[in-house]
């Protein structure tokens, strides 16, 4: 059974930085797609990070304060997250495609991914 669990989320203050980890379980091998998403209430769920075969995209949203990354060892996906904004208040969700299925290109899209983590919640605020 496949399982995602993020960790890592809390409340900071503007320009603060803070980094996710999205734990991994149930794969025969380890995933070769993964992502991150966000939504915050009332909005739709932005795609704004992935990383598939060492091959990195970001949403314009986060580009150049975000670094997404994996743990070779052990599969865990990281999203550090740099001068954080209240823009970036929202729950963050890891995602991840079946080893074997490829990844994607073009715009980060929640229907690429079958399989989603519960979530954590990032609040910034002053």
């Known amino acids: 059974q496949v399982r995602l669990v993020e960790s890592g989320g809390g409340s900071v203050q503007p320009g603060e930085s803070l980094r996710l980890s999205c734990a991994q379980s149930?794969?025969?091998?380890?995933?070769?797609?993964m992502a991150w998403f966000r939504q915050s209430p009332g909005e739709e769920r932005e795609g704004i990070a992935r990383l598939g075969g060492g091959k990195t995209s970001y949403a314009d949203s986060v580009k150049g304060r975000f670094t997404v990354s994996q743990d070779a060892a052990s599969g865990t996906l990281f999203l550090q997250m740099n001068n954080l904004s209240p823009e970036d208040t929202a729950t963050y969700f890891c995602a991840s495609r079946s080893p074997g299925t490829g990844c994607p290109g073009g715009p980060i899209l929640a229907s690429q991914f079958p399989d989603w983590g519960q979530g954590t919640q990032v609040t910034v605020s002053s």
């Open positions: 149930g794969y025969t091998y380890r995933p070769y797609c």
